[in-house]
Structures are given as C-alpha cells and as structure tokens.
C-alpha cells in the first residue's frame, strides 16, 4: 500500500498502554519559565547552569573515513584519506553543532540535526504508514529498551518474545517480575499461528493477556533470522486484532546483505555499492505497515558507526514519545553532547547520501564475513540444502557428518547481522542417548557437557540455554518449555575474529563433532 | 577521627535495603565465557563485538585550558596556552585511551583510569571512614539518583528530604509511588532535632519509617546551604540509630569558595589558588564519617568540567556496587567512550594536582559571582546582620526597604553552589494581607502573584514552590504542610548572567518591591 502523505492516518489513541510510572510522570516545573527567558530585556536569575566559559575544552576535532571509503575486513587498514572533522568553538554556519552549546546540558530529546535526521532516515528506509511519528534520542538501545520496560511493563505481566533472545533484554524485564510469553519461531523467526495461539487461548488466571511483544526482526540475535513483509503483516495484524503494541528491536537492519548461496565461492566486497539499489532490498520496518502507530522502533548508531557513542532513537508515535521524555529528563537527561557533536557532526558532513553509501559498504563486509563462515562450514561438513520443516518450516541447510554422514547441524544461513545460528542434532549421539535414560533434563546437561569440550578444543560458542527467555522456576528444563527432544543449540559470531581464526575455529568445532558422533 | 588505613573497618551487611527489582537482578551469563576468552590459543566465536575496523573514526584531538589557568568570569576569553589531547588510534603508551577500545563496546563500570582517578579523588579529598569502598561511573546525577531510586525505594515508601528539593530530583521517585518526608532546616541544611523528631515518631500505618535519606550537604539547591562536620556527624549518627541510608549527592563539593563578608568590597580571583589550602578547607563528605558504609555518595564532572559530558559517579560499599553494576548492564551499558576518552585524557594530562588546582581557581569564579549578587542586593537594600533563629537558627542577613525599614528579604549568604535562596517576609505586605482574609493558601497565591510582577519588570527569579517536595495531594497548601505564615521563597542563580545583567536583574527586583511592599 502506497500512501502519499495527504492520506495518511493519524496515530490512534494507545494510552491505555502506559504503566502506572508512565502515566505519573509530571513535566518539570521549570518548563515554565523557559518560555519567558527568551522575551527582549529579560534577565534571569532564575536558571541554574554554569556559564560556558567556565568550560576548559576550547577546541574539538576527528578524522573519520569518507562515506565512499571500500573496507576490507580480509585486511583491515586505515584509509589514507580522510574527512576533517572540526566542531566550531561558538555558534557558526559551518555545522549545527558547537562546543558551548554541546559542552552544556543540553535538550533531552537529543540535537535537533540528530533528530531531523534519525526522521529523514526513517522515512526513506521505513515509508511509516501513519503521520504523526517522531524520533527522540537515546544512549544506546540498552537504554532505549530499559526506557520502554519503564513505559510499558508493569510487574505481573507476561511479554511476548521470540523463542530465543538476547540475554541483556530479558535481564532488563525480569527483574521487574515480567514473564516471557514464547513465541515459536522458523526461519524468519516469529510464527503468526503460535502467536495467534498464544493470544487467543490465554488463560486470564496466570495475569492479564500480553499486551506487548518484543521482536528483533532483521538478523535476530542469536537466530539470525530476518522477517519478510508478508510475515511482518501477519503479525501486525494479528497485533492489532489483540491490541498489542511491538517494540521493534533493529539494530541490525543496516547489515542486510543478502542470502548465501551454497557451492558458490565468496566473492570480495564490492568496489561501489549502489545505494538505491541497497535501500530497496532491505527488509522494511514494521512502520511500514503500522497504520496505528502501535509500533516502537528502536534504532541504533552502534552497529554502523560506533557503539561506544551509546547514540540511538526512538521512533514512535507522539503520546509514546512525549511519555518517553518526561521519562528521559529524570533517567539519563541527554545523550552525551561529545557523542551528539563527534557523531552528528560526521553525519553532517557526509551527508543522507553518505551514510546510507557507508551503510551499503559495510554491510559487504558482514557479507564477506558471513561467507567465510559458511564456507568453511561447507569446507569441513558435508551441507546439504533441505526443507527443515521439522525445525523451521524454512529452506535451510544441513550439516551431515563426513565419516558417518550423521546429521549433526542444521541452519538457515544468516542474510543480515552478526550471527548463525545452529541446530544441533544431540539424538544421533550416543552419550545423549545415555543421559537421556538417568537425566531430568538432558538436553540441558548435554548443552553443558558439549560446550565444555569445545572450550576445551580451544574453540568458544554461545550455548544455546544463553537465550532461553525466562518462562518461571517451573520452566527450567527443555522438556517443561516444550523444547524439541534431542535437540540443542548454539550461535556463532562472525563479526569479530578474522578469516584465518573462523576457519580454524570451524575445524575445530568440526573435528570435536566428528569425534562425539563416531 | 583519624584512622590509619590498616584500622579501618568493613561495611557492614546493608542488603535489607535493596528493593525487589535490586535483589532480583543477575549477572549476565555472557560473564561466564570471558574468563575463557583469555585462555592461549582460544579462538572466540562467541562475542557479538563489530570488528574495531568497521568503526569510521580514525583521529580524535580536543584542546583545553591548562590547569593553572585562571580564568577572568567577568570578562571571559579563551587563554592563549593550551593543552593538546590526542587519543591514540591504538594501545598506546601515551595514554590509557585508544579510540579501538572507546569506540567499542566497554566496561559497564567504566574506564579503570577514571576509576582509579575517581577513587583517588574520593580518598584525597573524603578520607573514607571504612576500608572497601569502591567507585562506578555513571551518565551524571540524574542517571545516578534514577539508579539510586531503583535500588532503594519501593512503592508505598517515604524518603527524607530536605524542606525544599530540586525538582528533577523528586520527578525520578514520585512517580514511583513515593513520597516525602519533609525534614526541616536551617542556615546549614537539615536539623539533626527534626530528622530524629521524624524517625522516633514515625507512624507506622504510613508506611514503613523511612529508610533513605536524600541530601545535598553542600551549596544545596536551591537553599544554597553548606552543612559543617559537626552537624553531619549528628546526621550520621542517627542515620546509624535508625538504621537509614544516606545518599549524598555533592556536585558542588569542588566549588566551596567561602563566605562572604558584609561591606567588604569584592576582590578579584585569586591568581594562584593554593591548593592544599584549599583541600584542607572543604566541607569533606559524610563518606569521611561513614564507618558502616550506608552513605553513597554521587559526583559528577558537570560542575568542574562539563555537563554535556554526562559523566559522574558513584562511591559507595562494595555490596551496593554490585547491585548497580548489575543494574548498570541493563539500564545504561556504559557512559559514552567519547565522554570518557575526551575527559579521561584531559585528566590524564593534567593529573590529580592539575585537576584540584583547576577546580581551587574555579571555585574563585563562582565567589567572584556570589559576591557580585550580594554587593548589589547590599546597594539596594540596607542589609544587616541578623540571628534568624525563627527562620533558620543561623546568622544571616535581613534586608530591609531603604524607603521605610520595613524587612523584606532574609538569607544566608551562601559559601558554595551556584544559588542564593531568599525567605521573602510577605507578612509585611498589605496586598498578601488582603489575600489571608480571601484565600485557603495566601502564600500561594501571593508567591504566584510576586512572581509574575517580577516576570514583568523583566526580571526572572525561580519560585519557592518550585522546590516543595511532593507530600501527596492533601499537603497542597502552605498551612497544611506546616509552612511558616506570612514567609515566601525564591531562588536567584549567580552561575550564568554577567556583572551587569546580575546588577541589573536586582535592581529591578529591589524596585518591585520597594514599590509593592510602599
């Protein structure tokens, strides 16, 4: 559906939503005074902030890459050219940014030039189907999602997750006394007949029905799987149908590279990415098709350009964001001004243009990256393409023994993040089977015992029990949360180590498994 | 009580205070595969980390005042001299900060080099009454006090606080669902009398007796009040008795300049600030009396160097640490490695004794400034000294109308801070008169009125009823939350305006009131 801006809906009214803190938050008293600071002859005594002289920093500078700049993960080096980066002392028409103005306590909702480009962003990549969205900056999504449990989650409720996620964003809402609603997942990750289930058979004596779902839809962490728009509308509208509201987790929808193709040997980064090209092949947000405005986007400057800036936006509609900032003035106030200079000021100087042709090179390198992986995997396993419809009900691959042609892996290769995530076959191995007849929870044990060995063959994985959301006490074993019998789990990373440790890593993975499942 | 390092005791167990949310929080089972990272030979695919190549940033430099430089509030110029700060790219000799590892993900306690300068600091200036203290950076104070609040308080709790708070200090815990109880003072902040009044009489049926203490021992804001050994000492004391915890937040803890002396004209800053005197002259923290470990103190570098930094921290036992550690994970991840790498390497640069001497001579700016309000509010009104035992039990200064000697202002002319807080005599006026005869909150409606004559000679002042704390719904008027009859508040800022806006800005005050109070 295409909606020229005219026609565009207005966000609906989504308050009922708002935990009781959320809806508590009063604006500062001192709001009102600022609109008499700015009449002619005014002089106040009446705000508190030093006066920027009294600042020892006189001058700010950074070099970065030019947005052209072709990296190459194989053999990192930096570029011999360069962007000059100065951040004026005082006000000037060189940037929008200045040291007295950033080195001072600045508006919480972040920089205006950051807020008119985290929305200018938005459009161009996410189309929103409603009109009324704004962004508002955050100190990382860390942060942004710690805001949102504030703003929506109260204690008791449950949460709808997918069936794997990301330690630290659950570690954020359990402590809250918030449970985890599972949602199966397959290769694009969240099913919309499980979650429809969930929904329309919850049992209104164990709390009230989830009302909220967290999902990462591009390169799922730890599942790496993305999302397409038909699955994305399903779920909304099953969203709407439950008046649910769905935090969209998106830190990697810059790195969508596309699929992997087996058999066919890794070709290097291209020289020159066409933007146009990247922009339209990328997975968009459910802001596409949220005509509501039931869809909170959180989006990050830490997988593009650094994560140490703790830089990251909000986008949601008004009501939400207003709620987010009252929350933002007593929780962290604004970003760092460093971060908004250093960062806003690179953005400034290359340009839309630049960061979306910086976005659609690096995103080759995590192509690369990801090619390396699963060519070595190809290299040591026998893969096989095949429907895992028992697993994922989507085409994946296969990782067959080569002395015993066992099934031992099974995957969807990754289009877009940082990860892979394996299946592992622990039926066909023989000291499973043992556990299986003394242990209570023997998938978990053996998660446990294979990851030892691989530690011990110098090669780390994630286990698979790192992402298992918080379901209760009563849910600690495999069995209990309704886990596929014989089956475990582990991601691997290829966004840090090099081509010849991912190489040496995967053999070694490999030479453990052929042993344990001789 | 001077006690070598050796004798100094442990904190005690304190854990009863943690919140639900607080005693719920677990370390990340990320933690568990770092001890194996390190491990030779290791081949990690188990880290999410982007590859420090991917970053753009390849120079980053700052330039700042040397720490001796003495700076001129009153005609404000950038020093020719300056510090040159460059972070190198990579691990370096030249400094604990490389832009690898600050544009990376980082350490959730923060930089070691600013940890152990925070902690030096700490030790230097506080001489900490008990042996296991430790220091946690944070994004400023007010992510610092939201942690606190996090960590402390519960729905349905009561918080002492002073007679009048900072506003955004209150926004972070009323919504909460907690409430004030309202601890009164004097020329030196709370009374010892009246805090322990509160606690020995508590009503239970409240709630539970409060537990957490929030004070700001020096220039407190708005009061401007600096509490002295002795009276901490009686503070801590029953803080022990009733078993309360003490959370001190201190940003003007470096800007102690002084009192000030009627009738003597001002003299310029100080060209060379002794810093051992001035060490040896400060109000040391209530950690310096703290032998169980209950007090947590917060400090920034919003005061001293920059608040767009976002950058302060905690000091507390190694318990409470731990619990915001955790927090810290989930809530905020990290300050900015921009923030930390530009101020780290200023104080690398500058050292222990370049920072201290730094702040002696600033601090002289902000005497300078106190002493520009006081000589004009002396030039406008007759000023004499006073005992205002009904007001404040302390020595201070009454203002009388130059055209009928009627007392219009009192106040204790502050010796730290950034703010003068005036007690407003409205008793003698005869519109505030008429308005006991009509209204349920005359010293309400007339602080209201006052105040927008004020905004109408266009002089701006902050309202006393900014900085009431929040009692809860029926503690609305002056009478019913035992205000003083007949008494008003408002505060004046010397931190921004210049010399002549600061004159100018009392003498339209002094007209306003010579003219209404005829």
């Known amino acids: 559906m295409v909606n020229s801006m005219e026609s565009l809906p207005s966000a609906i009214d989504l308050s009922h939503h708002l935990t009781e803190v959320a ?3 009063h604006p500062s008293p001192l709001k009102d005074i600022i609109s008499y600071m700015s009449r002619p002859g005014m002089i106040s005594l009446a705000g508190g902030l030093p006066h920027p002289s009294l600042f020892p920093f006189t001058a700010l500078q950074a070099a970065a890459y030019p947005s052209s700049t072709v990296l190459d993960t194989a053999s990192p ?8 980066l100065e951040i004026p002392y005082g006000a000037s028409t060189s940037s929008p940014y200045s040291l007295t103005s950033l080195l001072q306590y600045s508006a919480p909702p972040g920089h205006l030039a950051l807020l008119q480009f985290t929305k200018e962003l938005t459009k161009k990549l996410h189309s929103p189907a409603y009109i009324n969205y704004v962004t508002l900056l955050n100190n990382g999504s860390t942060d942004g999602w710690n805001k949102l449990c504030t703003l929506l989650l109260e204690r008791g409720d449950y949460i709808l997750v997918e069936e794997q996620i990301y330690p ?3 570690a954020a809402f359990i402590p809250l006394g918030v449970r985890s609603a599972v949602v199966g997942v ?19 004596s164990k709390g009230r029905r989830p009302h909220v779902m967290y999902i990462v839809p591009v390169g799922q962490n730890p599942l790496g799987s993305t999302m397409k728009s ?19 987790d998106d830190p990697y929808t810059m790195l969508q590279f596309g699929d992997y193709e087996l058999g066919k040997p890794s070709t290097p980064a291209a020289v020159s990415c066409d933007v146009e090209e990247f922009v339209g092949g990328i997975e968009k947000s459910f802001m596409s098709i949220d005509y509501q405005g039931r869809v909170i986007r959180l989006e990050t400057f830490s997988k593009t350009i650094s994560p140490g800036a703790r830089l990251g936006w909000f986008v949601c509609n008004e009501m939400f964001a207003e709620r987010l900032l009252r929350g933002t003035e007593v929780q962290t106030q604004h970003p760092s001004g460093f971060s908004q200079m250093i960062v806003g ?10 960061y979306l042709q910086w976005t659609a090179n690096l995103k080759e390198q995590y192509r690369v990256r990801r090619d390396w992986l699963l060519n070595a995997l190809a290299d040591e396993f026998d893969l096989i393409p095949a429907h895992l419809s028992d697993v994922k009900g989507a085409l994946g691959l296969v990782a067959l023994s080569k002395t015993n042609g066992k099934p031992l892996l099974s995957f969807v290769p990754p289009s877009a993040g940082m990860f892979l995530w394996c299946d592992v076959n622990y039926a066909s191995n023989q000291e499973f089977q043992n556990l ?3 242990s209570q929870d023997p998938e978990g044990d053996f998660e446990h015992a294979f990851w030892e060995r691989l530690a011990a063959a110098n090669v780390l994985v994630t286990p698979g029990w790192y992402y298992r959301p918080w379901m ?4 600690r074993t495999v069995k209990s949360r309704g886990g596929r019998p014989g089956m475990g789990h582990f991601r691997l990373a290829f966004s840090l180590e090099g081509k010849e440790q991912i190489l040496e890593g995967v053999r070694r993975l490999a030479e453990v498994m052929h042993r344990e499942w001789a």
């Open 23 to 25: 809806r508590s938050r």
């Open 77 to 84: 080096a930096v570029p011999h050219q360069s962007v000059k």
């Open 168 to 170: 630290s964003a659950q």
């Open 186 to 204: 397959d290769g694009e990750g969240a099913r919309p007949d499980l979650l429809e289930a969930i929904l329309a058979s919850w049992d209104a």
């Open 230 to 248: 038909e699955r994305r509308k399903q779920i909304y509208d099953i969203c709407v149908k439950y008046d649910v509201i769905i935090i969209e």
């Open 345 to 354: 000021e690179l953005l400034n100087q290359w340009g839309m243009s630049g």
């Open 436 to 438: 299986v007849l003394s």
């Open 472 to 475: 209760g006490e009563e849910f």
